[in-house]
Structure formats: structure tokens, C-alpha cells
């Protein structure tokens, strides 16, 4: 289907172990990025790339890794998960940086 | 001080009420605004968007950006209950900035 995937939809994991998010568009849009959604807090971004192999920091990126080895595929990884990374996660698409990004249905991350 | 400060609400009226939603921002170099709505456990998805300064108006929804002020505003009008969503305004240079998001009911 065309869009923009996330997978999984659910997770629930424990501290120190690694967690890897995934996410997939169809769109071949060259920028995407990874958000967090807390209460309190809004929408927050982690991490953003403008093309394949070209990835940045966001506003809250300690914790988290990124790789874009494939401009379809953005997979945002925690490598050690703590209870402050629960949260709701986002992914997002935009063929230029300043226009409309396209939101994935997000990922719902319980750490305990 | 956050990039773009929100009043998180919650606001709650009657259908058919005029909705005002408001967002100050502090940085300058902003020249994109955009307004995000989303619904209960989905994905944002974009409502208005707007560059620098000046009105645009699509349907009920009226955006309005004020740079000398900064400030950004959504009005909706004949609010309905499918208006019920939490709406995020964002600023952009280069990176989007959200503010926290307002929580809307639409009462019938």
C-alpha cells in the first residue's frame, strides 16, 4: 500500500535492551524524520535525514540511532531503552524540508 | 523558552461555536507556519499551511500568521463534533517546531 508504515504498532520492553523502530515510505520523499509524542511536551523532533546516508539531530536525539541506508527505509533504534523513552513515536515524510510531512500512525513504546 | 509556545487547553464549546486557537513563536528566522490536526491515537495530518505573513482560508478554517507579533491563529468556524482533535500549530526555517497541541471538544 502506498504511504507511510510503522512497525511495530505496539512494543513493550524492558530497560537496557535494545529496541529498534521501523519505518517505511512509498513516496520516495527524500527527507524523513522520527518524533516523540509526550504528554506535556508535544511533538518533539529526534532525528531527521534529507537523503539516503545523510541524517542530523533533532531536539532530543541522546539515546537514539539512526540509519538510512535505503531512501524508503528510516529504522530509529534504541540501544539501551530507559522508562524516560516511553513514549509515543512518529514518523514522518516530506519530498522538500519546508513542506507538508506526512505522519505514519506511530509507535506506541512501553519501557518497564 | 520553547520555539513556539501553545496553550495546551483543554477547550470545550458547542457545535457551531467560532474556535480560536492561538500560538505565539520566538524565532525570527520562521518564515513557514503550518497547523496539524490529529485525532485520538492516530498521526498528525496537515490542515493549513501558510507562508509569512497574511490570512488563508479553506472551508471553515481560517489561518492567520502576524510575524511583526508572532503569532499564529486557527479559527474554525461552525465547529462540528468531527472538529473534536488535538491541533498543533509548527514554525519552520528549515526544521518544523510544534507547539504542545490544544486539546478541542465540539460538544453537539
Known amino acids: 500500500d502506498a504511504g507511510i508504515t510503522q512497525s511495530p504498532r505496539y512494543k513493550i520492553t524492558e530497560t537496557g535492551r535494545q529496541v529498534t523502530l521501523m519505518c517505511h515510505q512509498t513516496?520516495?520523499?527524500?527527507?524523513m524524520f522520527w518524533y516523540r509524542q509526550d504528554l506535556g511536551h508535544g511533538l518533539r523532533l529526534i532525528y531527521y535525514s534529507a537523503a539516503a546516508d545523510i541524517t542530523d539531530k533533532g531536539e532530543v536525539p541522546d539515546g537514539y540511532v539512526v540509519s538510512r541506508s535505503k531512501t524508503e527505509n528510516f529504522p530509529l533504534t534504541l540501544e539501551s531503552a530507559t522508562r524516560s523513552q516511553t513514549s509515543v513515536y512518529f514518523c514522518a515524510s516530506s519530498d522538500q524540508v519546508y513542506n507538508e510531512q506526512f505522519f505514519g500512525p506511530g509507535t506506541r513504546l512501553t519501557v518497564l | 523558552q520553547k520555539e513556539v509556545e501553545q496553550d495546551p487547553g483543554p477547550l470545550s464549546v458547542p457545535e457551531g461555536a467560532i474556535v480560536s486557537l492561538n500560538c505565539t513563536y520566538s524565532n525570527s528566522a520562521f518564515q513557514y507556519f503550518m497547523w496539524y490536526r490529529q485525532y485520538s491515537r492516530k498521526g498528525p495530518e496537515l490542515l493549513m499551511y501558510?507562508?509569512?505573513?497574511g490570512n488563508k482560508e479553506d472551508g471553515r478554517f481560517t489561518a492567520q500568521v502576524d510575524k511583526s507579533s508572532k503569532y499564529i491563529s486557527l479559527f474554525i468556524r461552525d465547529s462540528q463534533p468531527s472538529d473534536s482533535a488535538t491541533y498543533l500549530c509548527g514554525g519552520s526555517n528549515y526544521k518544523l517546531t510544534f507547539g504542545k497541541g490544544t486539546l478541542l471538544t465540539v460538544n453537539p
Open positions: 513516496w520516495s520523499h527524500s527527507y
Open positions: 501558510t507562508y509569512s505573513s
